[in-house]
């Protein structure tokens, strides 16, 4: 699918990644783009950068979700590409609190099932429609430090999964953004001692990989492609595989040790 011309709304578009998207989404021609995000002052921001439309929104009340879809088509008159992106991050495993566990999944899975929810029934009318979900490289390869984070992610991924599979025959094109380490606020505050920082990629990079597989209308998009390789590896021997992430882990735990994957 090629950008000009079409509508685009990127949720959590205030800032890293989904920024980046709606920045390459106006380079690239779109003939609208709706910045959505929980900061408000950050969504106007991008839009008058770009000259998009800022809509505040919460993604994790379906009701918001549901109003971001009606002002966008009140604008456009339809959706042509729906970024679900905004994400949370919660380290720790099963001792971490309720509300971490929660966040996460209404986050990371509940907000892609309302923008379906929301968006498909146009898209489905029309015969056509692009749907991308930011989830994570921890989505397919875990993350030795946050359960509550690589469980939903997995998740999310499954859910998109399954759109492919159910509305792939009717129009509708999914694509499920994998990176690892990206120079975003959320890994900041992770700091640099954060064993993905050394390979992080910038924002800008990641919104280059998304519109090439876009173009190319392939599920997985992978900006950092050795994760291509640990996933074959992890399908190839699960057991294998994981002892590997027990020993990344315990070099993650243990500082002043290498920590490379």
Not at 34 to 44: I, K, Y
Not at 92 to 120: K, Q
């Amino acid at each position: 699918m090629e950008i000009r011309g079409a509508v685009v709304v990127v949720t959590g578009g205030g800032s890293g990644i989904g920024r980046a998207l709606c920045r390459r989404f106006a380079d690239d021609g779109a003939a609208g783009v709706v910045v959505a995000d929980v900061n408000g002052s950050a969504a106007e921001a991008v839009a008058a950068e770009i000259g998009g439309k800022p809509f505040p929104t919460d993604v994790t009340i379906e009701a918001a979700v549901q109003s971001l879809v009606r002002r966008a088509l009140e604008a456009y008159g339809r959706i042509d590409v729906y970024c679900s992106n905004a994400g949370i991050a919660f380290g720790g495993g099963p001792e971490a609190p309720d509300d971490a566990w929660r966040r996460s999944f209404d986050v990371h899975v509940m907000a892609h099932v309302y923008a379906a929810r929301a968006v498909l029934p146009g898209m489905l009318e029309r015969g056509a429609g692009y749907i991308v979900g930011t989830v994570s490289a921890a989505g397919l390869l875990n993350h030795v430090l946050a359960s509550p984070y690589a469980t939903t992610k997995a998740a999310g991924l499954s859910f998109f999964e399954w759109l492919a599979i159910a509305y792939g025959d009717g129009g509708i094109r999914v694509s499920a953004l994998c990176p690892m380490g990206v120079r975003t606020p959320m890994l900041a505050r992770e700091g640099e001692e954060n064993f993905l920082a050394p390979g992080a990629l910038e924002p800008e990079e990641v919104a280059t990989a998304v519109v090439d597989a876009m173009r190319e209308e392939r599920f997985l998009v992978l900006p950092h492609p050795e994760v291509a390789e640990y996933l074959r590896r992890k399908a190839d021997d699960y057991d294998r595989w994981l002892r590997g992430m027990r020993r990344l882990r315990s070099r993650v735990l243990e500082p002043g040790r290498d920590r490379s994957p």
